[in-house]
C-alpha cells in the first residue's frame, strides 16, 4: 500500500515513511491510493475474530484492519504492537470499546475509558508505540508538534511521556480549555513534555503547526512530526472502532448501523468514512456539531466557509471549537473524484484568499448525501443542559457536553430498523462546571485523578506567531 497527497504531488510513499510526518510535501494530506475492499467473507471472519470483545478481540481486530494499509512493518511486530497497545489493562474492560444501551436501537460507544478519558487515547496509544518502535530501526529522533483543543493534547503527552527519542511540543488556546483539561496536560513535568498556550483559539494553534509543517527546511532540520488527526496513522487507528462497534451492535453482517460522530476537526467522522469506503454497512454518518457549525453549514447548503478567530464561540463542549476542520479536505478529495489539482485550487488558493469556497451548486455535492452518507445538525448550549438532564433523568447516565451534542443530532436523524451509535468522546469529569449547571451535581471522578487541579504545572504563554514557536522548539532541541 503507498500513499497520496490529496493535493495532486506526484510521489507516493509507504507507511513508514509518512508515519514520522504531518502534511505532504505540497501541504496536502496523505491519503491511501485506494481504499482495501472487506468482502462478506471478512467481514464475517473480522466478527469471529473481534469474538463478542472477549479479551484480545480488539487487539486482534486492530491488527486485521491495520494490515491492509501497513506492509513495510512484519507482521509479527504489527501484531504485537496492537497487543501491547490494546489491554483490559489500560482500558479497564475486555471489550476496549463496549456499547452503552440507552434505548432500543438507540446505542452510545464508549471510547473514553483511555488514560485521559477521552477518545483520541484509542489512537494516541497506538501511535505512541508505533513512534517509539520505527525511531528505534532508524535509530533517530523525533520532535512533535501537535495542536489541541482540549483532549488531543493530553491524551498525546500520555502517550508519549517517557518515549525513547520523542519530545512533545503542544499548542493549546490560552484559557479556553476546561480547568480539568489543563490540569491533564501543563501538570506533565516530564523533561520530554512542552506545553504551550498560544493567546487566541485553536485555529490559531492549528495555523501554526501547519506553517511549521510547511517550512520544510525547519521540518528537515529538526525532525518535526505531528500527532493531530492530520497525521494518516492516527486517523487509521480510529477505523478499527467503528468496526468494533458494528460488531457489537448488529447479529449478522448483512445488517446497517449509522453513527453519529460530535465533530469539529471531521478526523473522528472521516475515520468513519474510511471504514464506510472499505464497505462496512454503515447507512449514515451523521456530523453532530456545537455553534462552531462550519460542518454543518457544508452538508446543509455546499458551502464551506471558515471563520475568523474573533467569530469562532467560546462554547460548553469547548474541544468542538474549530472553524478550520483539517481533516475536511480528504473528503474532499474523495468527493471531487480524488482531483488532486482542484482540492489544491480549493484548499491550498481559494480558501486562503477568499475563507470560503461553495460546492451546492456542483452536481457532486448531494453525493455527499447520496453517495457518502453523510448528514449533520447542530446543537447549542442549551440543547446540551436538556440532552444531559434527559438523558440522565430517562436512563440514570451522565453523558460529557461533546457526546450531549451527538445524541441531540443523532435522534433527528433515526431510521427504523437502523441501530444509532453515538460515539462517546469523553467522560463527563473534564466538563465538570456544565454538568454542575445541567444536573447540580458533579460527576464522577476516577479515583486516580483526584486533586489533579491542585497540582505543580509547566506551561510557556506565547503569542499566535510561528517565528516564535519555531525560536521555542530550536532552543529547547538544542537542550541536551
Not at 468482502?39 to 469471529?48: G, H, V, Y
Request: aromatic share 10%; proline share 5%.
Amino acid at each position: 500500500m503507498k500513499y497520496l497527497s490529496t493535493r495532486g504531488h506526484p510521489e507516493r510513499r509507504h507507511f513508514c515513511e509518512i508515519l514520522l510526518e504531518g502534511l505532504a510535501p505540497d501541504g496536502g494530506l496523505y491519503l491511501p491510493e485506494h481504499y482495501p475492499q472487506v468482502d462478506a467473507a471478512t467481514l464475517s471472519r473480522w466478527r469471529s475474530v473481534f469474538n463478542g470483545g472477549a479479551p484480545g478481540g480488539y487487539a486482534a481486530l486492530a491488527f486485521e484492519v491495520l494490515s491492509l494499509y501497513i506492509d513495510d512493518i512484519p507482521a509479527a511486530d504489527l501484531k504485537a504492537l496492537c497487543d501491547k497497545t490494546y489491554t483490559e489493562a489500560v482500558y479497564g474492560t475486555p471489550q476496549i470499546v463496549p456499547l452503552k444501551k440507552l434505548e432500543e436501537g438507540f446505542l452510545l460507544e464508549a471510547l473514553s475509558n483511555g488514560p485521559t478519558l477521552a477518545f483520541k487515547d484509542m489512537a494516541m496509544q497506538l501511535l505512541g508505540n508505533l513512534f517509539e518502535y520505527e525511531l528505534a530501526r532508524r535509530g533517530e529522533q523525533l520532535n512533535i508538534l501537535g495542536a489541541t483543543s482540549g483532549d488531543t493534547g493530553s491524551a498525546a503527552e500520555y502517550a508519549m511521556r517517557g518515549k525513547r527519542g520523542v519530545r512533545v511540543f503542544m499548542l493549546s488556546p490560552h484559557g479556553r480549555m476546561s480547568k480539568f483539561q489543563q490540569a491533564q496536560m501543563f501538570s506533565l513535568l516530564d523533561e520530554n513534555i512542552h506545553n504551550i498556550a498560544i493567546e487566541g483559539v485553536f485555529d490559531d494553534c492549528q495555523d501554526i503547526v501547519k506553517n511549521v509543517s510547511n517550512d520544510l527546511d525547519f521540518k528537515r532540520l529538526h525532525k518535526i512530526g505531528t500527532v493531530n488527526s492530520i497525521n494518516w496513522a492516527r486517523l487509521l487507528a480510529q477505523v478499527v472502532y467503528y468496526f468494533a462497534g458494528y460488531f457489537q451492535a448488529t447479529t449478522n453482517d448483512h445488517q446497517q448501523v449509522s453513527f453519529t460522530v460530535p465533530s469539529g476537526n471531521f478526523g473522528n467522522v472521516c475515520a468513519g468514512h474510511v471504514a464506510r469506503m472499505m464497505g462496512l454497512p454503515i447507512a449514515q454518518l451523521v456530523v453532530a456539531t456545537n455553534e462552531n457549525d462550519v460542518l454543518d453549514e457544508f452538508f446543509r447548503t455546499g458551502t464551506y466557509r471558515v471563520r475568523a478567530s474573533a467569530d469562532t464561540h467560546e462554547t460548553s463542549s469547548p474541544s468542538m471549537d474549530i472553524s478550520k476542520a483539517s481533516n475536511f479536505e480528504r473528503f474532499v478529495f474523495d468527493l471531487l473524484d480524488r482531483d488532486g489539482a482542484r482540492v489544491k485550487a480549493l484548499f491550498g488558493q481559494q480558501l486562503g484568499r477568499e475563507g470560503r469556497f461553495e460546492l451546492g451548486d456542483d452536481p457532486v455535492f448531494e453525493q455527499a448525501a447520496t453517495r457518502y452518507g453523510f448528514v449533520s445538525g447542530r446543537s447549542t448550549h442549551l440543547n446540551r443542559l436538556e440532552t444531559i438532564r434527559d438523558t440522565f433523568a430517562r436512563f440514570q447516565m451522565v453523558i460529557d457536553t461533546h457526546t450531549a451534542d451527538g445524541v441531540k443530532v443523532a435522534r433527528e436523524h433515526l431510521q427504523p430498523g437502523v441501530p444509532m451509535i453515538v460515539l462517546e468522546t469523553a467522560l463527563p469529569i473534564k466538563f465538570a462546571e456544565t454538568i454542575v449547571e445541567a444536573l447540580g451535581r458533579q460527576p464522577d471522578r476516577p479515583p486516580q485523578f483526584d486533586g489533579i487541579e491542585n497540582l505543580p504545572k509547566r506551561v510557556k504563554v506565547m503569542p499566535a506567531d510561528t517565528a516564535a514557536v519555531q525560536a521555542y522548539i530550536t532552543q529547547h532541541c538544542a537542550e541536551p
